[in-house]
């Protein structure tokens, strides 16, 4: 499995727009990266995915280079409500279906 | 809709007591399931996932263990606790193959005494 390293936490004021950048140096080709959040005393709640290039949706954005060896989520105009820990995930396909690894993840403070 | 319950959603135990920990999904069919562990300020850990009835894989060596006696119920159970089991247990499903999202419970926030 892929391991993945992301910084523990970062601050933003509210407003500005956040980026968190994933290191994944080992994803497999078959691979894909996934960015989840997690509140505390709740279950992580999916964000965006992506295999390669550039995905946005409602939520934010999630930029892939060229040798996938690294993503970066972007956060537009954070609010306090987006403090939260946020998980960079490389899933493996084993056994036919997706088995994938939480790191640490990155403490993002959003503050007034 | 799909939804996933997790019960009980807190729990206080002594050590060397038993544990079952229950985890149901409804709204779809033959899901991938999975048993996590977050200790307090730390990321999740994999213990168990499961592709059908009866089919489990361990991801870690430990005292606990899983059962699934049905397509969308997947029980997490210990015969003898341990303090190190302390922590937050989450359920999750997903479908499908590849790029298949994770679908997580509430959680159940277990304390071992």
């Known amino acids: 499995l892929a391991k993945t390293t992301q910084p523990i936490s970062m601050d933003s004021y509210e407003g500005q727009e956040v980026n968190i950048t994933c290191s994944h140096n080992?994803?497999?080709?078959?691979?894909?990266i996934t960015w989840y959040q997690q509140f505390p005393s709740q279950g992580p709640r999916f964000i965006i995915q992506g295999y390669k290039t550039k995905v946005t949706n409602e939520v934010a954005s999630l930029f892939i280079p060229a040798d996938r060896k690294s993503s970066t989520l972007s956060l537009p105009r954070v609010s306090l409500s987006d403090t939260a820990v946020y998980y960079c995930l490389v899933g493996s396909i084993s056994g036919g279906y997706q088995k994938v690894t939480f790191g640490t993840g990155t403490k993002l403070q959003v503050i007034p | 809709s799909q939804t996933i319950h997790q019960w009980p959603a807190t729990l206080v135990q002594p050590v060397g007591s038993p544990l079952s920990l229950e985890c149901t999904v409804e709204?779809?069919?033959?899901?991938?399931l999975y048993w996590y562990r977050q200790a307090a300020g730390r990321g999740l850990q994999l213990l168990f996932y499961s592709v059908g009835i009866g089919q489990i894989s361990s991801e870690v060596p430990q005292n606990l263990s899983a059962s699934r006696p049905q397509d969308r119920q997947f029980i997490l159970s210990s015969k003898k606790l341990l303090l190190s089991d302390s922590g937050f247990y989450l359920c999750?499903?997903?479908?499908?193959?590849?790029?298949?999202?994770?679908?997580f419970g509430p959680g159940t926030r277990l304390l071992v005494l």
């Open positions: 080992n994803i497999a080709t078959n691979d894909y």
């Open positions: 709204g779809t069919s033959n899901p991938n």
């Open positions: 999750a499903w997903s479908v499908g193959q590849g790029k298949e999202t994770q679908y």
